[in-house]
């Protein structure tokens, strides 16, 4: 399996399939809110602050964790030192894509949905937020619609993986990803001269870039710096076992330590463009104080067409071009997530692709389904009494819980003690310059990963799973 193992082409297509896995439904919803609510300008050096240490941290150890052992999320942790825990971790890191997939394809059935509503002219019937509400509402609440958009974008996610690193998930990702940028920059820019009930687009880039310290105190900057960490998860696909994946497949040659700061630049450039193309907008229609309450899906699925609405026939393009661009970035990243799982096959039972992708899509199909059956009334699998820390009660809320709140923190905990004090910083600095190139940030790395990291990801468990408060 290791001589027949396939591998990007170079780093050109590693690092536009690494950031497409990252640029997700997390950077678009997750990132503008937070920013929005956290003060703005301050979230934005916060974040910076924690992805050139911490993000690059568990980043570059990942990707080089791969390639070392050109092995998948379940069997790298185990080839690179021996051991039950070792293999426990591969596990875990391998459980953490398999429970994400089904309930991030439901979202992607979601924005399937609006994408073909904006295109088709449908979303011209519904006005007000009180329409938006309802027809979200009425959407996710539906028997059967969900599921079949949810099926349609498993299927396509699937086809891809199906096709192959080369034919499928690199060729794939040098297409979208460019587009992707393109829509982004140019929604930004067009954001930037609304003028809107509320304000303009200039007032919600301020909102957006210029820190607000008003009521600050300790307590909310730890919020901040909580916020900030929990979101880098979503920004460069940590955790999830998919850079291990991916790393598995970037060749020995290449500049493992430039395509990962280029994933990082890119990434960064993305969630930042995430918050210029949505806040300017929401903010100049509705005021700094909604944008703030809005979160999740709201913003993505209510708050947001409620604005281009607003925009008149401007808004109709605008939002089309806008969930066309969610699409692309929400089919990258689900991609991403299947082949963590399906490589994870392979090199454990040493299945064919073409055997790995069927199953795997199979189970996905079924729990997508069960996701979907939860926001129906009457389905058994629809929780009213439901309270999860995380704020949510349906099964969608719960594979987050479980995944995000829970399995990825300890996954990442797992990695730094892993690298930090099993197999020593060394082996992965080796790794990372083994063509003689220069590790930057070596001695940052090495007090991240041993020391700070750990404590920092226990504080983030304790929080997030448990709900525990330390004043963040």
């Known amino acids: 399996m290791t001589q027949k193992r396939h591998s990007f082409s170079g780093s050109v297509g590693f690092v536009l399939a690494a950031a497409g896995s990252a640029v997700g439904l997390g950077n678009i919803w997750r990132f503008p809110y937070l920013a929005a609510k956290d003060g703005g300008g301050l979230f934005l050096i916060v974040y910076l602050i924690l992805a ?7 980043l570059i150890s990942e ?33 953490v894509p398999f429970i994400i997939m089904p309930y ?27 329409g938006f509400e309802n027809f979200f509402g009425s959407f996710i609440g539906h028997p059967w619609w969900p599921i079949v958009f949810t099926v349609i974008f498993i299927l396509a996610t699937s086809f891809v993986v199906y096709k192959g690193v080369n034919a499928g998930i690199e060729r794939m990702s040098k297409v979208l990803m460019p587009i992707l940028l393109i829509l982004i920059i140019g929604i930004a820019i067009f954001a930037l001269f609304i003028k809107g009930d509320e304000g303009t ?50 060749k020995d040659k290449e500049n493992l330590v430039s395509a990962v700061n280029k994933i ?27 944008m703030q309450a809005t979160a999740g899906p709201g913003l993505m699925f209510n708050a947001l067409p409620e604005v281009f609405s607003k925009m008149g026939t401007p808004g109709l393009i605008v939002g089309a071009i806008f969930f066309v661009t969610v699409l692309f970035a929400a089919l990258t990243s689900s991609i991403s997530i ?15 692709r073409k055997k790995a992708v069927v199953v795997e899509t199979a189970i996905a199909l079924f729990l997508g389904i069960v996701v979907c059956l939860g926001f129906v009334e009457g389905s058994p699998f629809h929780f009213k009494n439901l309270k999860l820390p995380n704020g949510g009660n349906s099964m969608l809320d719960l ?27 060394k082996v992965i600095e080796n790794e990372a310059t083994r063509n003689g190139e ?24 304790l929080v997030s799973a448990f709900g525990i408060d330390f004043g963040v």
């Open 399 to 425: 594979f987050d819980y479980i995944s995000n709140s829970i399995l990825m923190p300890i996954v990442a905990i797992g990695t730094c003690i892993f690298v930090g004090w099993v197999i020593k910083t």
């Open 104 to 130: 991030y394809c439901a979202i992607g059935g979601w924005v399937l949905k609006y994408t073909t509503a904006y295109v088709s002219g449908g979303i011209t019937k519904v006005s007000g937020s009180k």
């Open 201 to 250: 687009g200039i007032d919600g880039i301020k909102t957006y870039l210029i820190p607000n310290f008003n009521g600050l105190t300790v307590t909310k900057f730890m919020g901040v710096v909580a916020d900030a960490m929990g979101q880098l998860f979503y920004s460069i696909s940590v955790a999830m076992g998919i850079m291990i994946a991916y790393g598995s497949y970037l």
């Open 63 to 95: 990707v080089s964790i791969g390639r070392m052992t050109k092995q998948s999320p379940l069997t790298a942790y185990n080839k690179a030192k021996p051991g039950k825990i070792w293999k426990g971790l591969g596990i875990l890191a391998c459980i």
């Open 338 to 352: 299947l082949e963590a799982v399906v490589s994870s096959l392979m090199d454990k039972f040493k299945w064919s």
């Open 264 to 290: 990082e630049l890119f990434d960064t450039l993305v969630a930042f463009l995430a918050g210029a193309m949505i806040i300017p907008s929401v903010v100049a229609f509705m005021g700094p104080e909604k």
């Open 438 to 461: 220069k590790f930057g940030r070596r001695h940052m790395y090495r007090v991240m990963v041993k020391f700070i990291a750990p404590i920092l990801l226990a504080i983030l468990l």
């Open 52 to 58: 050139i240490t911490f993000g690059y941290t568990l």
